[in-house]
């Protein structure tokens, strides 16, 4: 864990025409037999790294190792953690201060779970967390003295509070017994969190349903947002504003589709009186950028006349919403839109649909010889709104080589006075687009990631990247495995795989 001293960061520094990534400086660890890394952004407290030790673990106890890197990437402590090896761990979390594990119990008998805290000083708190619904697990955060922790049990949400003063989990009401689905867990900055679902009112229009509570579990608020069939709300975030107000934003779609038209956000003050904005994507001035020019023009081109006629066009995208941000007066919305990608190993003798998701395939229904081949991206979108939800500009970002078998975010955003930086990494390079509202400051541009000694090459196809996060201010990491091969007199290695921080 010494090698943690050597780290690379992505650092914006912003001028007042572009912003250029500089490369300071690289962390690797070699790896062996298997082992696998991950990592926690702390903000301006640095990074948490951790692993399952593999030659200390066994079928009795598992071993942890976590490590504190701070933002000079000097190492702060290393701990090892033990627990049953009945545990397998589900997720991660960084709250103020604190890092967290959560861990569910496989075996048939004990469904507990067990959550592993820590504090900047590397001292380990143990909290198990006694349950006795055998849910599935779909999301976790931690605020305050409490933990919130999201599934579902034959098919309908489940969200239990945990509070770390009593210790003792209490289900949220108001939630179990709706056939709906999660789409959000917001922790708010006034002592509350919000859980939001969508699923069908008793009239079988498809909404959003917002439900805020304490941090004691008690329900403060309960909404449910107002809509038509013609305008069927699929998915929403919540963000928190002043005067306990919130702005809800998400995509809205026709009646019993999972295809998105267009984007929605919904104002609501304290009391829960609400109102509404809906865009659809023909609307939008750039949302088309990131086809071809004469694709785009065509696109354009068949609006304009639609226009001319009086007529509405709509456009069918499956689309990613992530956390609204916050800049000064405005809020940011950015999303990414996708399609799922299938090849064929043969002839079918049913002839499936093309862009039937993976569930729908093989339910007896027809037979096909289609095989899901990932989810490839198209374009992210960056929307900014006012207070009120009224859209003051938008832009895009091409994403043309991206395909991935999980649906994650790629595309993340910093801003620096008025621009914008977009950005994401894949296949070892980082991809860039600065922005300025509608403008566009600096096209697409590539930059390889840099590898920490000259002459280094990393052997194509070996790269797994697992992710791209928000370190503090404009500073950004990424993180994965690869090979690396050097046969200058320089490296300490002339060949191996290594865990990499970028």
Known sequence: MNRLLNSLI?????????????????????????????????????????????????????????????????????????LSADYELVDHYYHEGQGHLLFNNFSTKNKNLELISWDLTGDIERLPIRNYIPFNYFDFVVMEDAAVIAGYFNYRPIVILYNFRDRIPRVLPGIFNEKSTITDIKVNDNQTFDVTL?????????????????????????????????????????????????????????????????????????????????????????????????????????????????????????????????????YVLLGEAFYPKYRNTGTSAGGGNFFNPVPNINRGLYSSNLIF?????????????????????????EINDVISFELEQFVHASKSGENIALLYVYDNKIRSKIIMENDVVEGKELLDVALKYEGDQSREGSTNLMGLNKWHNNTFFNYGTHSVTNISKEAVLPQSDVFFIN
């Open 198 to 330: 969508a699923g069908r009112t008793l009239d079988k229009k498809y909404t959003l349903f917002v439900n805020t509570f304490d941090f004691e579990g008690n329900a403060v608020k309960n909404v449910t947002l107002d809509t038509d069939r013609t305008k069927s709300l699929l998915f929403g975030r919540t963000q928190q504003m002043e005067s306990n107000a919130q702005l809800v934003a998400g995509v809205y779609g026709r009646y019993n589709s999972e295809y998105s038209r267009g984007l929605f956000v919904t104002s609501l003050n304290r009391f829960g009186e609400q109102k509404s904005k809906f865009y659809n994507y023909a609307e939008l001035k750039n949302f088309f950028n990131y086809m071809r020019a004469g694709r785009e023009k065509r696109v354009r081109n068949r609006i304009e006349r639609r226009k001319i006629k009086g007529k509405k066009i709509r456009f069918n995208y499956r689309f990613l919403v992530h956390d609204l941000i916050e800049y000064d007066d405005q």
């Open 373 to 397: 081949d990932g989810y490839r991206y198209t374009h992210a979108v960056v929307l900014g709104f006012d207070k009120s939800g009224n859209l003051l500009w938008d832009n895009s970002f």
């Open 10 to 82: 992505l650092s914006f520094v912003f001028t007042s025409v572009h912003a250029q990534i500089v490369q300071n400086e690289r962390f690797e660890i070699p790896i062996e037999n298997g082992e696998s890394y991950d990592v926690i952004s702390a903000g301006e407290d640095g990074l948490f790294v951790y692993q399952k030790v593999l030659g200390q673990s066994n079928n009795l106890n598992t071993v942890w190792k976590i490590a504190r890197v701070d933002t000079s990437f000097d190492v702060q402590w290393v701990k090892l953690y033990s």
